[in-house]
């Protein structure tokens, strides 16, 4: 039987026949399934070895943002997320897009970039460097054979002049499905002392650029018009990315609600997301800063989004492996390269960007974010238990969801 990641009411169902799914789905194992189960993913042993001076764990919800259809694959996305209404935002997407085929994707080479930077080099220390390339990539690959090995490792260099006292060589390095920062800083710093004899110079900064440019991975969809609610809402769509593209304010929460789904798939992963939104960043800002993702209408007049955007994420290294979480997550994506992963964060990026602009252009955001957020409001207006469903009815049936409603709500309950 095919794998379809429709599954329709899967939000209705209890959290138990929720994992079931995802388990028939993933094959998941029954130690797995434990782990899901137990809400609790992280051993304090594990954890006391992946950072220093542990003393907790933050926990985070993990949901599954289904109808993911990307190059012509179905997909169940792992999101860890604190904000409400992200997953499904990015389920319902996926599903509108699914009408017109799902998402396409495309990742390019896995090229990192390692810098060396260097201080009062000899007058013609370019030249030199550049004389002894292949020298310099011999050295950073007898770092790593693994990489090697598996087709990837240092491919290519160049030295740039950054001012009269300071040089900078680059290291491009093909890190297959890791992140690569440490298979790259590794390179980089075996290479200085070399780098120093030939120039002359000094080296200082020996460490990978989170600049990922030549990483970068595109992903684009086709919203049927009919499916999303007409031609106004397609036109008013585009001028909600036209407003974006203009102004630098919109820009910034545009990409906001984009990141919104790429890094709840980047944290569930056990990928760094730091770095993954330190490369979209620069990456945006060169030429000025701009959105992430396009918006048109074609000449059948349906809504087409594209995102191109650098992405450092692997399936291998870091703690992919060692989060016994990420380890499931990634199971569930299924996704069998980092160049897959990138495919199918860019388009959850994309899908998480149409529902944020579609909600914006048509009734506000809002409506749904505060039905959703109105059990968070519950609780902080003080329920408990029973009380924290009974209190966010009340105010969503109302369709008055605040802190002053919840709070006279919740006395008359307990009168
Ligand atoms: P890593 O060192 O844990 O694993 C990468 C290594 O795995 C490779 O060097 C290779 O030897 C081996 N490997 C085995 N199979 C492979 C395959 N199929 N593809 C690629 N490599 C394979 O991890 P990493 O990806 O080099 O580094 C990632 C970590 O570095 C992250 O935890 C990140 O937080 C951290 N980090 C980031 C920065 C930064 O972004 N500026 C700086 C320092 C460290």
């Keep these: 039987?095919?794998?379809?990641?429709?599954?329709?009411?899967?939000?209705?169902?209890?959290?138990?026949?929720?994992?079931?799914?995802?388990?028939?789905?993933?094959?998941?194992?029954?130690?797995?399934?434990?782990?899901?189960?137990?809400?609790?993913?992280?051993?304090?042993?594990?954890?006391?070895r992946m950072i220093e001076n542990v003393v907790g764990s933050m926990k985070m919800p993990l949901g599954i943002a289904t109808n993911f259809l990307i190059n012509g694959k179905?997909?169940?996305?792992?999101?860890?997320?604190?904000?409400?209404s992200v997953v499904a935002a990015a389920s319902n997407a996926a599903k509108m897009a699914r009408v017109k085929g799902g998402f396409r994707a495309k990742a390019g080479e896995p090229v990192m970039i390692g810098q060396?930077?260097?201080?009062?080099?000899?007058?013609?220390?370019?030249?030199?460097?550049?004389k002894?390339?292949?020298?310099?990539?011999?050295?950073?690959?007898?770092?790593?054979?693994?990489?090697?090995?598996?087709?990837?490792?240092?491919?290519?260099?160049?030295v740039r002049k950054l001012s009269d006292e300071m040089l900078c060589v680059h290291l491009f390095v093909d890190v297959r499905d890791a992140m690569g920062a440490n298979a790259v800083n590794t390179m980089a710093e075996a290479?200085?002392?070399?780098?120093?004899?030939?120039?002359?110079?000094?080296?200082?900064?020996?460490?990978?650029?989170?600049?990922?440019?030549?990483?970068?991975?595109?992903?684009?969809?086709?919203?049927?018009?009919?499916?999303?609610?007409g031609s106004k809402v397609v036109d008013d769509m585009v001028h909600a990315y036209e407003f974006a593209a203009l102004d630098i304010y919109r820009a910034a929460t545009h990409n906001k609600g984009v990141m919104n789904g790429i890094d709840a798939v980047a944290i569930a992963t056990g990928n760094d997301w730091?770095?993954?939104?330190?490369?979209?960043?620069?990456?945006a800002s060169i030429g000025g800063y701009k959105p992430f993702t396009k918006w048109e209408k074609n000449e059948d007049g349906d809504l087409v989004g594209s995102i191109k955007i650098p992405m450092a994420a692997g399936t291998i290294g870091g703690i992919t492996k060692v989060h016994p979480m990420a380890r499931i997550s990634l199971k569930i994506l299924g996704a069998k390269s980092s160049r897959e992963l990138a495919e199918v964060i860019a388009s959850v990026g994309l899908a998480q960007n149409f529902a944020a602009m579609h909600a914006l252009s048509t009734k506000g955001i809002q409506d749904g974010h505060m039905r959703l957020h109105a059990k968070n409001?519950?609780?902080?207006?003080?329920a408990q238990g029973d009380e924290i469903d009974r209190v966010a009815e009340v105010m969503a049936s109302e369709g008055k969801i605040r802190m002053d409603r919840a709070k006279e709500i919740l006395d008359e309950i307990r009168k």
């Design 1 to 48: 039987m095919e794998k379809t990641s429709r599954i329709p009411g899967f939000y209705k169902l209890p959290i138990k026949e929720r994992v079931k799914k995802v388990k028939e789905f993933a094959e998941l194992n029954d130690e797995e399934e434990e782990i899901l189960l137990s809400m609790d993913g992280l051993d304090s042993d594990t954890a006391d």
């Design 74 to 84: 179905d997909y169940l996305v792992p999101m860890a997320i604190e904000e409400t």
């Design 116 to 130: 060396i930077q260097i201080l009062d080099a000899n007058e013609n220390a370019m030249e030199e460097i550049e």
């Design 132 to 158: 002894h390339r292949e020298e310099i990539l011999e050295l950073a690959n007898a770092q790593d054979k693994i990489l090697v090995s598996l087709g990837g490792g240092a491919k290519d260099m160049e």
């Design 191 to 229: 290479c200085a002392p070399l780098i120093e004899k030939i120039s002359g110079g000094r080296t200082l900064l020996r460490i990978i650029s989170n600049l990922a440019d030549h990483r970068m991975v595109e992903a684009t969809a086709v919203f049927d018009r009919d499916t999303i609610g």
């Design 274 to 283: 730091r770095a993954i939104e330190a490369g979209v960043h620069a990456y």
């Design 377 to 382: 409001i519950a609780v902080m207006a003080g």
